[in-house]
C-alpha cells in the first residue's frame, strides 16, 4: 500500500529545495538592498541570528534581516514588540517588518535542512516554554520542521495565546498535505499585502 503522506514529505523537502533556491536567485538583488541599507542605517550586523526550537525541539539558529538594535531582545518589553513605535526598532527595520521582507533570509535555512518553508513557526528555546514544558499533545508541533510561514499565519497569526496557536499547528500537522502548503504560500503572499497588525507578540 502507498503511504501519501510519506510521498507528501519527499514532495514538500523537494519544494523546500528547489523553492528556496530560485527564491534566492530571484531576490538575490533585493537581498543585497537590504543589507546595503541596514548596514547604511546603522553600523551593526546586517542579520539577526536566534536560537530557535526545530523539528523534535532541536536548537538551530533562525537567520533574519536585523530589524532592532542589538541586544534588543534584553531590553525594554524583550521579545515582544508591540507597536511599530518601538523605540528599539532601526527606521529600516520599521519598513522590512511592514512588508515581511525581515523574514527572507530564512530562505537559506530552509534550503539547508532546519527550516520548511510552510511549518510551525519555531519559538525560543526558553519562551514561552522549555521543551519539556510542552505536553505530549503539545509537542506534535515539533514532528515537523518550523516553517517561514504556516497555517497559524494566515490565520489567527498573533491574535490568540501561544496556546491557541499551538492548536493550530497541531491541526496543520494532522492534515499536512502538499496542496495544503501549496495554499499556505498563496494566502501568504495574500496577507503580506494585507494591512493587518504585524506587531503584537512578533519577536525580532
Known amino acids: ?8 514529505l519527499v514532495l514538500k523537502r523537494l519544494m523546500d529545495i528547489f523553492g528556496s533556491l530560485i527564491g534566492i536567485v530571484i531576490l538575490l538583488p533585493v537581498l543585497i538592498i537590504v543589507a546595503l541599507a541596514i548596514k547604511i542605517d546603522s553600523k551593526s550586523p546586517v542579520f539577526f541570528k536566534q536560537e530557535r526550537l526545530g523539528k523534535n525541539g532541536k536548537v538551530f539558529k533562525i537567520l533574519k534581516f536585523r530589524t532592532m538594535i542589538v541586544n534588543a531582545e534584553n531590553i525594554g518589553d524583550g521579545l515582544k514588540v508591540k507597536s511599530s513605535n518601538d ?19 530564512q530562505l537559506f535555512n530552509v534550503f539547508i535542512g532546519n527550516m520548511s518553508l510552510v511549518g510551525p513557526r519555531p519559538p525560543v528555546p526558553y519562551h514561552p516554554y522549555k521543551i519539556t514544558d510542552y505536553s505530549n499533545m503539545a509537542k506534535k508541533r515539533f514532528d515537523f520542521k518550523p516553517g517561514i510561514t504556516g497555517l497559524t499565519q494566515i490565520t489567527v497569526r498573533n491574535s490568540v495565546s501561544w496556546d491557541e496557536r499551538i492548536k493550530v499547528d497541531i491541526k496543520y500537522v494532522n492534515s499536512f498535505t502538499v496542496f495544503l502548503d501549496i495554499k ?15 506587531y503584537i507578540g512578533k519577536n525580532n
Open 1 to 8: 500500500m502507498v503511504n501519501m503522506r510519506a510521498i507528501n
Open 87 to 105: 523605540l528599539r526598532i532601526t527606521k529600516i527595520g520599521k519598513f522590512l517588518r511592514k512588508t515581511s521582507l525581515d523574514e527572507l533570509p
Open 184 to 198: 499556505i504560500l498563496l494566502m501568504t503572499f495574500i496577507k503580506i499585502f494585507s494591512k493587518n497588525d504585524i
